[in-house]
């Protein structure tokens, strides 16, 4: 059942490509634009919408928060992140034209249950990205969008949080195009750009898994690993932060890169590795150069750069020790092929240092309990 692989974690994230292609499936109509069919709320109320918050935890929220950046760009509202346990317990602000995504691979996880049964106490609709047929949260939501990544076995997620951001922006694109936020062709391009995404990460299984293997030896002894990235990098970073203490139990911070010279660099020392996700060169120029600025400061004082970065980033190659290579693509793409390396680094440094991959200590798969 793990199909040739030694773990399932290992086939999980070799799944990266699929969970995303298979996620796009099937929603599209004869001129191309997007359908839900699995959405039962009605056009209209989707028009009304004002507000989305997203209430998730760990893996999921980050997906969320990657897809923040997309949605609140396209369609021009706002869009809140919450921890699904903490948002009950604050009175949050809900109205019928509030849109609550309530995000989880399976479905069963109590805190987020909880979280969508307030909302909808509070009279505001319910849509559920959920990797898990029937499972209470779609079942008790107003609307429920797939993510057809498949069983996630392994306790760290991996496949499901592409799959989580393919589905939330899917449910973006879609409220642009219901709302008349953005022009067709826009649409169209950035669904172009969407569907070229598993080719992308292909590549990066492909090409980079033995520069990631020799980083994770050489860093297997860390004690400590910082993540730090900007705009989409940043939910990025945390994510690839996560991934490394579940499972390689390393102790691992993710912070926004911009962040740095408020408190964090007091943390940089001489060999500390210091991960960077860098945005693309073209487009956001600023945010490229910014992030780079962010390497020179730690590098100056000893860190051990490991960069996630564009094919061929001049910048990188002068001060990065190591590079996983990303393929070219929109920076609002980018955190689909820059979870990758930081999901085979995690499972590389777990693996050498002799632990389960696929089930790591003191967690479970679904957290059933408050
Ligand atoms: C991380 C991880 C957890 C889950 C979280 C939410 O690898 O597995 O952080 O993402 O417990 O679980 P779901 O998505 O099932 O609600």
């Known amino acids: 059942e793990k199909g040739g692989w030694d773990s399932f974690m290992d086939k999980e994230i070799h799944e990266d490509p699929a969970a995303v292609q298979r996620t796009l499936l099937g929603r599209f109509d004869t001129n191309g634009d997007i359908t839900l069919d699995e959405v039962r709320i009605d056009e209209h109320d989707f028009k009304s919408i004002d507000k989305i918050i997203v209430v998730a935890c760990g893996t999921a929220s980050y997906a969320g928060q990657v897809a923040k950046y997309a949605i609140e760009h396209w369609v021009r509202i706002p869009v809140e992140i919450e921890l699904a346990h903490e948002f009950r317990y604050r009175d949050p602000i809900l109205t019928p034209r509030t849109l609550v995504v309530a995000i989880s691979q399976s479905g069963e996880t109590m805190d987020t249950l909880m979280a969508l049964r307030h909302a ?39 496949k499901a949080f592409v799959a989580q951001i393919t589905a939330a922006y899917l449910l973006g694109l879609y409220l642009a195009q219901v709302k008349g936020a953005m022009f067709r062709d826009e649409i169209h391009q950035m ?51 996560l991934k490394l203490k579940e499972i390689a ?117 679904s957290v059933t309990v408050e």
């Open 120 to 158: 909808r106490e509070q009279g505001s609709k319910v849509l559920a990205i959920c990797n898990t047929q029937g499972a209470s949260i779609p079942r008790e939501s107003d609307a429920v969008l797939y993510t057809h990544a498949g069983p996630e076995v392994a306790v760290a997620s991996t």
């Open 191 to 241: 669904l172009d750009s969407l569907k070229d995404m598993p080719r992308k990460i292909q590549w990066v299984l492909d090409t980079q898994p033995k520069t990631i293997q020799a980083a994770a030896e050489r860093m297997v002894n860390a004690n400590s690993f910082l993540f730090l990235g900007r705009h989409v990098g940043y939910p990025v970073a945390l994510e690839g932060a």
């Open 249 to 365: 139990y390393t102790f691992t911070e993710g912070f926004a890169a911009g962040e740095l010279k408020h408190g964090p660099i007091a943390l940089v020392d001489e060999g500390e590795p210091v991960v960077f996700i860098v945005p693309p060169q073209r487009g956001r120029n600023v945010l490229h150069a910014k992030v780079i600025s962010g390497i020179e400061e730690v590098k100056a004082r000893g860190a051990y750069i490991i960069a996630v970065a564009e094919q061929g980033d001049p910048d990188v190659e002068r001060y990065a020790d190591v590079v996983f290579w990303r393929p070219a693509c929109p920076t609002l793409m980018s955190p689909l092929v820059d979870v990758v390396p930081l999901q085979l680094f995690a499972m590389d440094m777990a693996k050498l240092k002799g632990y389960d991959v696929d089930k790591p200590r003191n967690l479970a798969k």
